[in-house]
């Protein structure tokens, strides 16, 4: 393998680390120290470039994964092994960059964590440096330098054990720990890169093990992707997509939906068309429209008006990796209905017998016209009297209980009932009389009983039903003073009082006496016959 196909700037900066190295053991002036300094961002920026190349990769191999995860998931977990080792080693270095920075320059951990290496003071500071990383020892066996060693061997050798030994000899894992030559001679990787190092060479160094580190698991994880056979996909997103037979899914019935993988690429949009489809030509006869395409993927608009099962049909042209264009033909539909909201009270759900009861019925997704409704019982009717709206009549036989069942014409044809609702059947009220809009027992001046000349029936302000007729058949007029009856007629068969009641009236009655309105009746909408209630009045 190449490994992380490393550009002339990279390159450059390599040599350069190189260079400065060398110097170190020559002299170390203040124009080293700084270049130092530009050398370690250079490496910096270069492992967070490595970052997002590894990224990537990984990007591609869980789109992969989805794609065939029989052949691809055991490559995808030695690529997530592979992460987390480099993962660890990188912080394991980081951390040590921290200690050095804080311990060299007498600042807390944060301090140190944040502050860049051209802003140290202690640039050229090699004591505190060379006693963390090698210690008391000649060696430095006793430092955090063979510690850091350690961990770069075992780093190494659990990359290699993601791949059989065929395979080890193709790697290039560039990684060296091996012992140095200096102009004292040779001695151990930790002696030779951090003796008597100062501290913007420390951590320039280490530094430059982190870019190692990150190029090592480009390599490796490149080399997994390849295995795992990334190169047969054409796309570079896979995505779940649901595409249910209806988002409407009525009680009883089962909901279906097509589940699948969707291959798109962000960078190469389809182009998406929408027409009439001639299948002999694989191809569009007239065009009506074209679908805008962002990152890959169509989002196809139609402004509604009217409601309705409406269809489309289209073709998604692809262009090919060898060139030309692949039409893959499409067809779909959609409903439209009116936005409704059906209230159902729970414990309120009630027809009156006689009067025309008004109700509405909807389904979400049908339209209007594909909506039937029956109604149970013998003699009772439900008519449809406008969009969504209806009116029932009971008999006056009606039971107790009756049921509105509801059926709709679906988009295949089909007939498909959507239940039932019940409804409880009572009958009207029983209605009230009122004289001057007062009922029962209560006074009145005798200038007014004399000019108000009806006697009046309703159910009431507060009932459902307003204006339903009732009608006075009968009622019967007593005035009594002191105890004594001293008027009467029984030939009132109307609302309106007779004449000669109200001539006694006028003349006649005086402060205290008591007019009672008795056997007052009148007949419903049904034609029935009701009693109501007496009237008692005092004059004063």
């Known amino acids: 393998m190449s490994g992380g196909n490393l550009s002339p700037r990279q390159k450059m900066i390599g040599m350069m680390y190189l260079v400065l190295t060398a110097l170190l053991a020559l002299n170390v002036s203040k124009d080293i120290l700084n270049a130092f300094v530009l050398i370690n961002t250079s490496l910096e920026n270069t492992v967070v470039n490595y970052d997002e190349k590894n990224e990537s990769m990984y990007s591609d191999f869980n789109v992969a994964k989805q794609f065939d995860p029989i052949k691809v998931t055991p490559y995808w977990s030695k690529a997530q092994q592979a992460k987390q080792l480099s993962s660890d080693l990188i912080n394991y270095i980081k951390e040590l960059q921290i200690k050095l920075m804080k311990e060299t320059e007498k600042i807390t ?66 990684l ?30 280490l530094s430059k093990i982190q870019t190692d580190v990150k190029k090592v698991e480009y390599d490796v994880v490149s080399n997994l992707l390849k295995k ?28 279906k939906a097509d589940v699948f993988l969707a291959a798109f690429s962000t960078t190469q949009n389809p182009e998406i068309v929408i027409g009439d489809y001639d299948s002999t030509k694989n191809n569009l006869s007239t065009v009506i429209d074209t679908v805008p395409v962002s990152n890959g993927l169509g989002q196809y608009t139609v402004a509604t008006s009217k409601e309705g099962i409406f269809s489309y049909e289209g073709v998604l042209k692809l262009k090919k990796q060898g060139g030309g264009v692949e039409n893959f ?6 409903i439209v209905a009116k936005p409704s909201l059906v209230v159902s009270p729970d414990k309120m759900n009630v027809f009156y017998i006689g009067p025309k009861n008004p109700v509405s019925i909807s389904v979400p997704g049908v339209a209007s016209e594909n909506i039937k409704a029956t109604i149970t019982g013998s003699g009772n009717r439900i008519t449809k009297t406008g969009n969504g709206k209806y009116e ?14 509801v059926s709709a014409v ?63 058949t009968n009622c019967y007029i007593e005035v009594y003073r002191d105890g004594e009856r001293i008027y ?10 007779p004449d000669a009641a109200r ?23 049904n034609n029935q016959t009701i009693e109501l209630p007496i009237i008692i009045i005092t004059v004063k």
């Open 109 to 174: 951990e944060n301090e140190a964590d944040t502050l860049q290496l051209k802003f140290v003071n202690a640039k050229d500071n090699y004591d505190i440096p060379t006693n963390i990383m090698i210690g008391q020892t000649e060696d430095g066996s006793k430092g955090l330098a063979r510690e850091l060693k350690n961990k770069l061997m075992s780093y190494k050798a659990e990359m290699l054990s993601l791949f059989n030994k065929e395979q080890q000899q193709l790697l290039n894992i560039d």
């Open 176 to 205: 060296k720990t091996d012992d140095v030559t200096t102009d004292s001679g040779k001695e151990n990787w930790e002696m030779g890169n951090f003796y008597h190092t100062p501290l913007a060479a420390t951590i320039t160094i």
């Open 228 to 255: 795992a056979g990334k190169k047969q996909f054409n796309f570079d997103t896979i995505m779940t997509r649901v595409i249910p037979s209806s988002n409407y899914v009525m009680l009883g019935e089962d909901y």
């Open 329 to 334: 033909p499409f067809t779909s539909e959609y």
């Open 392 to 405: 029932v009549k009971l008999s006056t036989g009606s039971p107790k209980n009756v049921d509105i069942k």
């Open 410 to 472: 679906m988009a295949n044809g089909e007939t498909r009932g959507m239940g039932k609702m019940e409804f409880v059947a009572k009958k009207l009220p029983k209605p009230l009389s009122s004289f001057l809009g007062k009922s029962g027992e209560f006074s009145i001046k005798k200038r007014k009983v004399s000019t108000f000349p009806i006697v009046k029936a309703s159910y009431g302000k507060d009932f459902v039903f307003t204006g339903l007729p009732l009608t006075v």
């Open 488 to 497: 009467e007629n029984n030939k009132m068969k109307t609302r309106f009082i």
């Open 503 to 525: 001539e006694f009236f006028r003349e006649r009655l005086r402060k205290g006496d008591k007019i009672f309105f008795t056997r007052i009746a009148v007949k419903d909408i």
